[in-house]
C-alpha cells in the first residue's frame, strides 16, 4: 500500500551540533527512521508546536542515502496533534524482518515502510518544481559520471553526487577582495542546460585561479562536484533556485558542440519600449552598437578601487538608440569586440534614469555579438536596409557617463541650468555644452592643488589628501602611512561661457591636466619653488579662451542657510573644428 501523505510520529527532536539543523526520529507505530528538517521548518521547533511524541502529515519529502541508510528530508510537514506518549514499540526499520507482517503495529498508526529501502537511481522529481497535487517526493538518487547527466531543475542541497551539462552563457570578471577576514578573489560562471534552466556557480581562491583561463564562454561543459546551497534573488538571476559552489571536487571537462543546448534565452524588449519603463528592471535587449565611448575611470566611492568604463550607443529598429554602460574588462575590450557595428545581444541589463534613459551591466550581465538566433537577421536586415540612415530617436540625451562625448543633437547651452532648473532632483542633472574657458581660479593659497597620498595601490591610489608633519613628512590617515614626499593633483575652479550664459564649474586633476596641456601638478609646483612665476602665469594664460565640448554635473548643495548649485565638469574634450563644422552643416 502506498500512503501519499503519510502521518508519523515524532519520537525524538534534537539540535545538531551548533548548527541551525534539527534531526528528528520518525515512527509509524511499528518502525523508526532517522531524519532532517530542512531549514524552514526550524521555526515548528523553536515555537514549541512540534516536540517529542507529536504527530505530523509528511505533505513533502525526500529520502538520501547516507552510509548505506536512507535519511528522511523533511521539507513540508503538518502538525496534527501533540500526543501524550510514544505509540506502540517500534524498532529500527533497517534491523527488523521488513518482509513480515506488522502484527505490533499501534492501532490507527500508519506504516511507512512495506519495502526495502529502495536502491539509488539515477532519476527524481524535483522536491521544489510546483505540484498539482501534495503528494511526497520520489526518492532522490545519486547521480554520478559523465553518462548519469542530470538535469539543473533536479538539482538540491541533499545530493552526494551528481553531473550536469550546460553551456556557459556569461563568466564575470576575477574579481578580489580584502579585509579583516583576508583575501582573495572569485568568479562567476552561469550554466544553461538542454532542459533551458540555467543556474549561478563561483570560483573562489585557488579554484578561481585554476580555471579562470579553461572555461570559456558559448562551449559546452559536463560540470560535476561543488556544494549547493540556495540562492540569493537579489544577486542571482539565474531560473534555478539553487546555485553551486565550486571547490577541488570540482571536475568540468569539454564535450562536443551540442545544438539541444541553446545560446542563451533572451526575453527581448525594443528598446522604444524602454521609456516607460521602471528604473531598476532588468531586461534584455538586441540591437546594432552603432558608437563606442573612450575608455574612462572612475573611483568607487566605498572600495576606492578604480573602475574601467565604456559607453555603447546601442539603437534597433523601433528607431531608437540609448546608451549602455560596460565596466572592467567589458570596457577595457569593447573598441575592438564592437568594431563595424555588430548586431549585439544583452542579457540582465538594469535600467536606469540616470541621463534620461540609459541601462548598465551588472555582475550578471551576459554578452552575445551575433547570436544565433532570428532577431539577429532581422535586426541586420533593417540597418542594412535603412538603419544606419535613419532619424532615431535617443533615449540618453540628457546625459551619461563623464567619459562619454555627447552627440551634436544631444548638447545643452550653459543657461540650460538655470532654464531647467538642473540639480534640484534627487539625484544630480547630467549635461553637455560648447564652451569656452573665460577665468581659472589659480591663486588658491599653496597652489590650485592638494597634496595627496604618493602610493597608487589600494586604497589611496594617489586620491586620498595627507597631511604634512611636524617632522616636515607627510601622513595618509587612510592607509595609515608616512611618507618623505607627497603627489599633487589639481582641484580649481573656472568659468565656462557660451553665447547664452556663464558659470562657475569646479575641475580636479585628469580635467586640469587636459586643459594644462598635460603639465603635472608636481612639475607646476617645481616652477613655483624655483620662482619661476611667469612660466606658471603662462601656462594658465595660454589655457584661457580654449573651446571644449564639457560633459557637466549639476547638484544643488547646502551651504550655511542657503542653497547653491553646484557644476563640477568631469571631461573636458578639446573642439574638433572640422567634425563641429560638419555637424552644424547637417543641422
Request: glycine share 6%; hydrophobic share 35%.
Given at each position: 500500500i ?15 551540533g ?7 526520529i ?8 532517522q531524519?532532517?528538517l530542512a531549514t ?7 515555537d ?9 502529515c ?13 535519511v528522511l528530508?523533511v ?6 496533534t501533540?500526543?501524550?506518549s ?9 534491523k527488523?524482518?521488513i518482509g ?20 539509488p537511481s539515477?532519476?527524481?522529481s ?21 553518462g548519469?547527466?542530470?538535469p ?14 550546460g553551456?556557459i552563457?556569461?563568466?564575470?570578471d576575477?574579481?578580489t ?7 582573495g ?8 542546460d ?5 543556474i549561478?556557480?563561483?570560483?573562489f ?8 583561463n579553461?572555461v ?5 561543459y559536463t ?5 549547493l546551497k ?6 542571482n ?5 539553487h546555485?553551486i ?8 571537462v ?9 545560446q ?12 516607460s ?11 546594432v552598437v ?19 568604463k565604456?559607453?555603447?550607443?546601442v ?8 546608451n549602455v554602460?560596460l565596466?572592467?574588462?567589458?570596457a ?6 564592437y568594431?563595424?557595428?555588430?548586431v549585439?545581444?544583452f542579457?540582465g ?10 541601462c548598465?551591466?551588472?555582475?550578471s ?8 538566433i532570428?532577431?539577429?537577421e532581422?535586426?541586420?536586415a ?17 546625459g ?8 551634436f543633437?544631444?548638447?545643452?547651452t550653459?543657461s540650460?541650468?538655470k ?18 574657458v ?11 592643488w ?16 595627507v ?5 616636515d ?6 592607509c595609515?602611512?608616512?611618507y ?16 547664452t550664459?556663464?558659470c562657475?564649474?569646479?575641475v ?9 596641456q ?15 612665476y611667469n ?22 548643495e547646502q ?11 568631469y571631461?573636458l574634450?578639446p573642439v574638433?573644428?572640422v567634425k563641429?563644422?560638419?555637424d552644424l552643416i547637417k543641422?
Amino acid at each position: 500500500i502506498e500512503v501519499k501523505s503519510p502521518n508519523v510520529q515524532v519520537i525524538n527532536v534534537k539540535k545538531v551540533g551548533t548548527q541551525d539543523r534539527y534531526r528528528v526520529i520518525l515512527s509509524d507505530g511499528t518502525h523508526y527512521i532517522q531524519g532532517m528538517l530542512a531549514t524552514q521548518l526550524n521555526s515548528l521547533v523553536t515555537d514549541g508546536q512540534l516536540m517529542e511524541n507529536t504527530i505530523i502529515c509528511l505533505n513533502e519529502f525526500i529520502s538520501n542515502v547516507v552510509q548505506d541508510k536512507t535519511v528522511l528530508i523533511v521539507l513540508k510537514c503538518a502538525i496534527v496533534t501533540n500526543h501524550p506518549s510514544k505509540i506502540g514499540n517500534p524498532e529500527e526499520v533497517y534491523k527488523a524482518n521488513i518482509g513480515a507482517p506488522a502484527s505490533a503495529a499501534a492501532p490507527g498508526a500508519q506504516k511507512m515502510y512495506n519495502n526495502p529501502p529502495p536502491a539509488p537511481s539515477s532519476t527524481y522529481s524535483n522536491p521544489y518544481q510546483n505540484r498539482t497535487s501534495s503528494s511526497s517526493s520520489s526518492p532522490v538518487g545519486r547521480a554520478g559520471g559523465a553518462g548519469n547527466i542530470i538535469p539543473i531543475s533536479q538539482l538540491n542541497p541533499y545530493q552526494n553526487k551528481w553531473t550536469i551539462k550546460g553551456r556557459i552563457t556569461n563568466k564575470g570578471d576575477m574579481r578580489t577582495w580584502n579585509n579583516a577576514k583576508g583575501e582573495g578573489c572569485l568568479f562567476s560562471i552561469d550554466i544553461l542546460d538542454a532542459s533551458g534552466m540555467d543556474i549561478r556557480g563561483t570560483f573562489f581562491k585557488e579554484d578561481a585561479q585554476k580555471w579562470i583561463n579553461v572555461v570559456e564562454v558559448d562551449r559546452v561543459y559536463t560540470f560535476s562536484g561543488g556544494r549547493l546551497k540556495v540562492a540569493n534573488p537579489q544577486w542571482n538571476k539565474c531560473k534555478c533556485q539553487h546555485e553551486i559552489t565550486f571547490d577541488r571536487s570540482t571536475d568540468i571537462v569539454l564535450c562536443e558542440e551540442d545544438a539541444s543546448i541553446q545560446q542563451n534565452i533572451f526575453e527581448f524588449r525594443q528598446i522604444g519600449e524602454l521609456e516607460s519603463m521602471e528604473p531598476d528592471t532588468i531586461m534584455d535587449l538586441i540591437g546594432v552598437v552603432t558608437a563606442i565611448s573612450p575608455v574612462s575611470t572612475i573611483t568607487a566611492k566605498k572600495s576606492g578601487q578604480e573602475l574601467a568604463k565604456c559607453e555603447l550607443t546601442v539603437m534597433d529598429d523601433s528607431e531608437s538608440q540609448i546608451n549602455v554602460t560596460l565596466w572592467g574588462d567589458k570596457a577595457r575590450s569593447a573598441e575592438n569586440d564592437y568594431a563595424g557595428c555588430p548586431v549585439t545581444a544583452f542579457k540582465g541589463l538594469k535600467l536606469s534614469d540616470y541621463g534620461g534613459r540609459s541601462c548598465g551591466s551588472i555582475m550578471s550581465t551576459a554578452i552575445l555579438k551575433s547570436p544565433r538566433i532570428p532577431e539577429t537577421e532581422r535586426i541586420r536586415a533593417w540597418f542594412d536596409a535603412r538603419g544606419s540612415n535613419a532619424t532615431v530617436k535617443n533615449l540618453s540625451t540628457g546625459g551619461g557617463g563623464a567619459g562619454r562625448v555627447e552627440t551634436f543633437e544631444g548638447r545643452k547651452t550653459v543657461s540650460a541650468i538655470k532654464d531647467e532648473q538642473l540639480g534640484y532632483n534627487e539625484k544630480p542633472d547630467w549635461l553637455s555644452f560648447k564652451a569656452t574657458v573665460s577665468f581659472i581660479k589659480k591663486d588658491k593659497e599653496g597652489g590650485p592643488w592638494y597634496p595627496a597620498c604618493p602610493n597608487k595601490e589600494e586604497p589611496c591610489r594617489n586620491m586620498c589628501k595627507v597631511i604634512s608633519t611636524s617632522d616636515d613628512k607627510w601622513m595618509c590617515e587612510k592607509c595609515n602611512q608616512q611618507y618623505d614626499k607627497c603627489t599633487r593633483r589639481y582641484i580649481f575652479s573656472l568659468t565656462l561661457s557660451d553665447n547664452t550664459s556663464t558659470c562657475w564649474a569646479s575641475v580636479f586633476n585628469d580635467q586640469a591636466e587636459v586643459l594644462l596641456q598635460g603639465h603635472k601638478a608636481d612639475e607646476v609646483e617645481e616652477w613655483l619653488t624655483n620662482g619661476d612665476y611667469n612660466k606658471f602665469e603662462e601656462l594658465f594664460d595660454d589655457a584661457l579662451w580654449g573651446d571644449f565640448i564639457v560633459k557637466a554635473k549639476v547638484k544643488s548643495e547646502q551651504v550655511a542657510d542657503e542653497q547653491r548649485v553646484k557644476t563640477t565638469a568631469y571631461s573636458l574634450h578639446p573642439v574638433d573644428y572640422v567634425k563641429e563644422s560638419k555637424d552644424l552643416i547637417k543641422a
